[in-house]
């Protein structure tokens, strides 16, 4: 198994990003897919998640400013951000392999992509 993600980058404060992760060697249609985020000095949280029936759930932090989606025919997970804050700084990573929708009380599957940084500065 495989999570390949891409998108990160710098951005201005206000500004918008969209992150991928493509999944390979797994049945990805069948999987709860989610968004990790790690900042310097902090445990790693849970950012977003997407049921495999398209349910989600967002961090209070996000909230409104982020979207998580799904293309199963592509087998990739989307993070959409926007109204960036340097507070969003961190590196992401998606998740996956878990089901019964327990990623959306943050119980994380078995496999992590290598994460790509967000900086949001000026």
Known sequence: ???????????????????????????????????????????????????????????????????????NAKNTVYLQMNSLKPEDTAVYYCNGGITRGRILAGTSGPYWGQGTLVTVSS
């Open 1 to 71: 198994v495989q999570l390949q993600a891409s998108g990160g980058g710098l951005v201005q404060p206000g500004g918008s990003l969209r992150l991928s992760c493509a999944a390979s060697g797994m049945i990805f249609s069948i999987f709860d897919m989610g968004w990790y985020r790690q900042a310097p000095g902090k445990q790693r949280e849970l950012v977003a998640a997407i049921t495999n029936g398209g349910t989600t759930n967002y961090a209070d932090s996000v909230k409104g400013r982020f979207t998580i989606s799904r293309d």
